[in-house]
C-alpha cells in the first residue's frame, strides 16, 4: 500500500494512508509534540494542508503537488518546501472542480483562520452524521 503522508521526527519516521488533510488534522490535535519541528512529505499540499503544518511548526515539507494557494502561508511562516509540481489549485480527481478544503479557506489570510475554518466545516461534518 503506497502512503499519502510521510512524517520525520528526529529518527522516528511515521507514515500514514488517509485521504486529504485527515491524517495531518488528526495529528495537529493527537500528536502535536511529534509534528513540530518534523520533516514532512505528503501527495498533495493545499491552503487547507498548509495551514495546518504551519499551525503544527512543521520545518520542512515536500509535496508532489502543491497549490500556489499554500506558498504564502508557508513563506510567512519560513517553512522549507519543495514540491514535485505547482498549480494553480488543488482539484478533486472526480473531476474540474476546486478542492472543497481549498474553497473553504479560501479567504482565510492567516493559517490560525485556516484551522478555525476547517475545525467549524469538520464539526458541521460531525453533527450531520
Known amino acids: 500500500m503506497q502512503c499519502s503522508l510521510v512524517v ?5 519516521v511515521k507514515t500514514y494512508n488517509k485521504k486529504g488533510v485527515r491524517d ?6 493527537s500528536a502535536p509534540a511529534f509534528l513540530r519541528h518534523s520533516a514532512l512529505a505528503d ?3 493545499g491552503k487547507a494542508a498548509a495551514g495546518i503544518i504551519v499551525e503544527a511548526g512543521v520545518s ?15 513563506d510567512l511562516a519560513g517553512i522549507r518546501y519543495t ?14 472542480k476546486r ?3 481549498e474553497r473553504i479557506v479560501a479567504d482565510a489570510p ?12 469538520f464539526y458541521e ?3 450531520l452524521k
Open 8 to 12: 520525520r521526527h528526529g529518527e522516528e
Open 24 to 29: 495531518l488534522w488528526a495529528l495537529l490535535w
Open 43 to 45: 501527495k498533495v499540499i
Open 60 to 74: 520542512e515539507v515536500y509535496a508532489d503537488v502543491m497549490s500556489k494557494l499554500a506558498l504564502p502561508l508557508l
Open 83 to 96: 514540491f514535485g509540481a505547482l498549480v494553480e489549485r488543488i482539484v478533486i480527481p472526480e473531476g474540474d
Open 99 to 101: 478542492c472543497p478544503l
Open 110 to 121: 492567516t493559517s490560525r483562520e485556516v484551522v478555525e475554518k476547517l475545525g467549524n466545516h
Open 125 to 127: 461534518i460531525q453533527k
